[in-house]
């Protein structure tokens, strides 16, 4: 059985340590196979008793925290000298699951690496990003369009 060739891997990213782990391991798998990476960050509007009113403030507001927050994890990614490894850095206003959903639909990648919240499949279900979920959304793109896509947890 032949080995399929990896050249983009998508990496899902926040600031806490599984995300952190799942960066590790696209970073060594990129050094080993000259790869390049994308990384997506999700970020959601908090409930709260203003929320009526951050529904109604239009979208321009929040091209400055994308901006913040695509500019942190660039300056992360620099000070590991992760650089020449990425492709693309990917922010958007949404949940993890549809944000991941929409960048695999847009692009064809090879591997998803998703952190690893938890032990066991009932409590990945209600996890930030749910593996499940997203191999049942993409699984017409699994069997079809992509064939060599795996996700890695």
């Known amino acids: 059985m032949s080995i399929p060739s990896i050249s983009k891997i998508v990496v899902p990213f926040d600031f806490e340590d599984q995300f952190n782990s799942s960066l590790v391991i696209a970073k060594e798998i990129a050094l080993k196979t000259g ?12 409930v709260s008793p203003q929320f009526v009113s951050k529904l109604l403030c239009p ?4 091209k ?19 650089m020449p490894l990425i492709d693309e850095v990917i922010v958007k206003l949404g949940s993890w699951n549809n944000v991941i959903i929409q960048s695999c639909n847009q692009t ?11 032990k066991n499949v009932f409590e990945r279900m209600f996890s930030n990003i749910n593996v499940l ?9 699994l069997f079809h369009s992509i064939k060599n896509l795996r996700v890695i947890v």
Do not use: G, W
């Not at 979208?59 to 929040?62: E, H, S, T, W």
């Open 35 to 46: 790869c390049k990476i994308t990384i997506i960050h999700a970020f959601t509007i908090q």
């Open 59 to 62: 979208v321009f507001k929040y």
């Open 64 to 82: 400055k925290t994308v901006a913040q927050k695509r500019q942190i994890i660039l300056n992360q990614l620099h000070r590991e000298q992760m």
């Open 108 to 118: 064809k990648f090879d591997l998803i690496i998703a952190p690893n919240f938890s």
């Open 133 to 141: 979920d997203i191999i049942e959304k993409l699984k017409f793109q």
